[in-house]
């Protein structure tokens, strides 16, 4: 069975900072990987989408890595900035049998860019 | 930009009773899915949709969940009478193919007391 673990569970920083999220899933027999952002009480928005055939994938400040054999992914963001504040979350998609896309989600890693 | 959405936002029900949350996926998607998300909890896979069938459920989609596809637009998790622990946030997904991009709605609360 799939496990995902994020940590941090929770990062605080300093606005303008450099940081890094990371992901790692149990079971590396993986179709892709997407990184969500959740804000408080609301949906989730993907972020980025990595392929299991690709190692990295990036969107303006994003950049988002894939080490499918060691089971893990990490989400770097660039200059931080208060409106980056939400909740971080890492699904994965299982490969092989009748899986349909279904995602395995992370816990999240609940971040905080203050002034 | 063309997104899921999901009607009520927010719902409040007696237990015992039937509720029925709506959702509307993007247009030229194929692929359906509900998640939901208990408070403090990580967002949990119930079921998937393909091809106007069921492709997978949860072990938490029993006999209570069913799901449907009334027509070309609208997709459906009916939950026939609620528990308390059936209270949390319900997420309706879509994607264009079987592992490509999934694009969620802002979910609905429900509530029941």
């Known amino acids: 069975k799939q496990e995902v673990t994020q940590i941090p569970a929770a990062l605080s920083v300093p606005e303008g900072e450099n940081l890094v999220l990371n992901c790692s899933f149990t079971?590396?027999?993986?179709?892709?990987l997407q990184w969500f952002r959740q804000d408080p009480g609301k949906g989730l928005t993907s972020l980025l989408l990595i392929q299991s055939s690709q190692r990295e994938q990036t969107s303006g400040r994003l950049n988002a890595s894939l080490d499918k054999s060691s089971g893990r992914s990490t989400l770097y963001i660039a200059a931080s900035q208060p409106g980056d504040s939400a909740t971080y979350l890492c699904a994965v998609s299982n490969a092989g049998g009748t899986s349909y896309g279904k995602l395995t989600f992370g816990q999240g890693t609940i971040l905080t860019v203050h002034p | 930009e063309p997104e899921v959405t999901q009607t009520p936002s927010h719902q409040v029900t007696q237990m015992g009773q039937e509720v029925i949350l709506r959702c509307v996926p993007i247009?030229?998607?194929?692929?359906f899915y509900w998640y939901r998300q208990i408070l403090g909890q990580k967002v949990e896979f119930l079921v998937s949709f393909y091809n106007n069938e069921i492709s997978e459920k949860s072990e938490i989609f029993d006999d209570q969940f069913s799901v449907e596809r009334p027509d070309g637009s609208n997709f459906t998790l009916k939950i026939r009478s609620t528990k308390l622990e059936d209270s949390a946030m319900y997420f309706c997904a879509s994607s264009r193919g079987e592992n490509t991009e999934a694009f969620f709605g802002q979910g609905t609360r429900l509530t029941v007391v």
């Open positions: 079971d590396s027999a993986i179709y892709n």
């Open positions: 247009s030229n998607h194929l692929y």
